[in-house]
């Protein structure tokens, strides 16, 4: 919920909890803020389509309208998914073996850049899809910084953060997926890990070249 005013994500919040909706009167009474306040920051999320609404009819007069969370709102909140998808690539890494596993990783990179694929298509310039690259590892859990843009200097983009640290260190054939992800998403550049936290480095850092 990065970038939100305070009183969006209390309305976000509200929301989750109040799955069959809520009016914008509950939502001023619940901020301590006017109608016209509330309506203004419900407006601001609604446009980033993270609300919706449903107009319902009571017994008597017009229908009210409730504002509710869309599955794009539901998406905003931390899921703690980890521990399983630790688990998981462990058990697969070890009834695969190394190079299925590397494989599997790489297919699976693949798929999540084609579920992007128009973010990169639309770059105006190699330095512009550098930046949005670094900024759809970021999305995907990683804390990454783009350290350099120019491919024709060696673009480099460094993350901070191991997804998958504590199995990526017993199955360091795990990291193909960022590699080849970087890969695809940049239409075909050439990636190197030159700095690996799985193996004992400060940072994990790749290097982009031409091909």
């Known amino acids: 919920m990065l970038g939100l005013h305070l009183n969006q994500k209390k309305i976000l919040e509200y929301l989750l909890d109040h799955g069959s909706g809520a009016t914008l009167d509950e939502l001023a009474a619940h901020l301590q803020v006017t109608k016209s306040a509330a309506k203004e920051h419900v407006v601001k999320i609604e446009n980033l389509g993270l609300v919706t609404f449903q107009d319902k009819k009571g017994a008597v007069g017009r229908p009210r309208r409730y504002y509710m969370l869309s599955e794009k709102g539901n998406e905003t909140f931390p899921r703690q998914y980890s521990w399983l998808s630790n688990l998981i690539l462990e058990?697969?890494?070890e009834e695969l073996g190394s190079e299925e596993s590397a494989q599997m990783m790489e297919r699976l990179a693949d798929k999540v850049v084609g579920s992007m694929r128009t973010r990169f298509e639309n770059t105006r310039?190699?330095?512009?899809?550098?930046h949005e690259?670094?900024?759809?590892?970021?999305?995907?859990?990683?804390?990454?910084?783009?350290?350099?843009?120019?491919?024709?200097?060696?673009?480099?983009?460094?993350a901070t953060n191991c997804v998958y640290h504590s199995v990526a260190k017993a199955?360091?054939?795990?990291?193909r997926f960022d590699i080849r992800f970087i890969e695809k998403a940049?239409?075909?550049?050439?990636?190197?890990?030159?700095?690996?936290?799985?193996?004992?480095?400060?940072?994990?850092?790749?290097?982009?070249?031409?091909?």
Do not use: N, W
């Not at 199955?171 to 990291?175: A, G, I, M």
């Not at 940049?186 to 091909?211: D, H, N, Q, T, Y």
């Open 171 to 175: 199955h360091p054939e795990l990291c």
């Open 186 to 211: 940049s239409g075909g550049m050439k990636v190197k890990l030159e700095s690996c936290i799985a193996r004992g480095g400060a940072v994990c850092r790749f290097c982009v070249k031409k091909p």
């Open 91 to 93: 058990l697969l890494s």
């Open 125 to 130: 310039s190699s330095a512009e899809t550098m």
């Open 133 to 158: 690259i670094t900024k759809a590892l970021s999305e995907l859990g990683y804390r990454a910084v783009l350290k350099q843009s120019d491919l024709r200097k060696g673009a480099a983009i460094e």
